[in-house]
């Protein structure tokens, strides 16, 4: 059955008409398609059943598996920060951590499981991970932003923020290209700071 006619079947009158009014695309999991469609989840009201369900969670935007961490979302970069990132390299990486997430059953855990869910193989998107946020997820502990991978620079992160401002009040109609961006930022910190400091780099700011 279709997602619509569920929508009939279930009283959602206010989501039917926003999908026939405005037919998408709209990202679901297969597997929460799967049981909204499937009617023998309603009562014989025709309500929905009262048993709570877990929803896997997951960005609505494409994940950017080869620069972002899939523990904590945060950048990583593996080309430069070998020490602390780790790129898959076996497909059993991917089962081992979906077979943690029902262990651990928590709100990270969920996560983690939505993103995995979408998918079904970690090598061939190069997808990185924080080494920290993998010790962390198979030890039990909560997950801790402020430790994934390398700490944020205060004085990159103003340097960047100057750049965006500037980019929105000064620049209009204009094209730059990301060297011309990261130049921008250079000189924001190179009167705030006694030490030579590098700004983000162009795959960061890509």
């Known amino acids: 059955m279709s997602v619509v006619n569920s929508c009939v079947a279930r009283k ?10 405005s037919p998408g695309p709209y990202l679901t999991h297969s597997t929460c398609r799967k049981r909204f469609t499937d ?47 780790r790129q898959a390299c076996t497909l059993e990486l991917r089962q081992s951590i979906l077979n943690r997430c029902t262990l651990r059953g928590d709100e990270w855990a969920l996560d983690v499981q939505g993103r995995l869910e979408d998918c079904c193989d970690l090598v061939h998107p190069e ?3 924080h080494q920290n946020c993998h010790t962390r997820f198979f030890q039990g502990r909560t997950i801790d932003r402020g430790l994934a991978g390398r ?23 204009r094209l730059y290209t990301l060297e011309d961006l ?7 910190v190179q009167d705030k700071v006694e030490y030579p400091i590098d700004v983000y780099s162009a795959k960061y700011l890509k």
């Not at 309603?42 to 598996?65: N, Y």
């Not at 979302?73 to 070998?82: G, H, L, R, T």
């Not at 103003?158 to 000064?170: A, H, I, Q, S």
């Open 127 to 129: 997808a990185v991970y």
């Open 39 to 85: 009617l023998r989840h309603l009562t014989s009201s025709g309500d929905t059943d009262d048993v709570p369900v877990k929803c896997l969670r997951s960005s609505v935007e494409l994940f950017d598996w080869k620069h972002m961490c899939f523990f904590c979302i945060m950048p990583a970069d593996f080309d430069s920060d070998k020490a602390s990132v």
């Open 151 to 173: 700490r944020e620079d205060a004085v990159m992160t103003d340097g960047f923020e100057n750049m965006c401002e500037w980019l929105e009040v000064c620049c209009e109609n």
């Open 12 to 21: 959602l009158h206010g989501l039917e008409v926003q999908l026939t009014d």
């Open 182 to 188: 990261r130049e921008h930022m250079t000189s924001c």
